[in-house]
T-cell receptor, first 110, second 111 residues
Framework: GEDVEQSLFLSVREGDSSVINCTYTDSSSTYLYWYKQEPGAGLQLLTYIFSNMDMKQDQRLTVLLNKKDKHLSLRIADTQTGDSAIYFCAEKNYNNDMRFGAGTRLTVKP | DGGITQSPKYLFRKEGQNVTLSCEQNLNHDAMYWYRQDPGQGLRLIYYSQIVNDFQKGDIAEGYSVSREKKESFPLTVTSAQKNPTAFYLC??????????FGPGTRLTVL
């Protein structure tokens, strides 16, 4: 089946930039998404990018998409302790099926 | 305040029992979803419903059942046929076909 893969852990210092990476295998992906999950809570949709775009910026968040390599990244500028959470990458294909990655746990150290 | 509520937050079940997890939304969304989350794994879709009185199996529907009698409500029953039910269960809703709003989740533990 199609897969979405992410590294499980990332640790950065407060004020640094964080880059969370994701790879996917489904070449029919139409939209790609980033969700944030804080401890014991549900997921919050952070941002998304259409598959024919290569970059989207929203305040401190920058999403980069390399469609040829099927690689998606989320950059968080000036990372704060409140950004500590699990970040999920997800993709939707033309059948409207969604696949989620396992999530990357971001730890921000003061 | 609009949103999705799930109850209870924690649920304990003895082996062989059926339990029902509640999910309610007041967002007027047509589509609702149930996901299961296990440590170190992504979310896996159990069931989804795009309109009242209709629902479809997701990737891991075995051992689960749902109903959608009202637009606002999409309860999930974990039956005794589900062999490994201990997990975190998330309900979501959407208006555009992509899960956009998630509830706070129910953690189910089998004793």
């Amino acid at each position: 089946g199609e897969d979405v893969e992410q590294s499980l852990f990332l640790s950065v210092r407060e004020g640094d930039s964080s880059v969370i990476n994701c790879t996917y295998t489904d070449s029919s992906s139409t939209y790609l998404y980033w969700y944030k999950q804080e401890p014991g809570a549900g997921l919050q949709l952070l941002t998304y990018i259409f598959s024919n775009m290569d970059m989207k910026q929203d305040q401190r968040l920058t999403v980069l998409l390399n469609k040829k390599d099927k690689h998606l990244s989320l950059r968080i500028a000036d990372t704060q302790t409140g950004d500590s959470a699990i970040y999920f990458c997800a993709e939707k294909n033309y059948n409207n099926d969604m696949r989620f990655g396992a999530g990357t746990r971001l730890t921000v150290k003061p | 305040d609009g949103g999705i509520t799930q109850s209870p937050k924690y649920l304990f079940r003895k082996e062989g029992q059926n339990v029902t997890l509640s999910c309610e939304q007041n967002l007027n969304h047509d589509a609702m979803y149930w996901y299961r989350q296990d440590p170190g794994q992504g979310l896996r879709l159990i069931y989804y419903s795009q309109i009242v009185n209709d629902f479809q199996k997701g990737d891991i529907a075995e051992g689960y059942s749902v109903s959608r009698e009202k637009k606002e409500s999409f309860p999930l029953t974990v039956t005794s046929a589900q062999k490994n039910p201990t997990a975190f269960y998330l309900c979501a809703s959407s208006i555009s076909g992509v899960p956009q709003y998630f509830g706070p989740g129910t953690r189910l533990t089998v004793l």
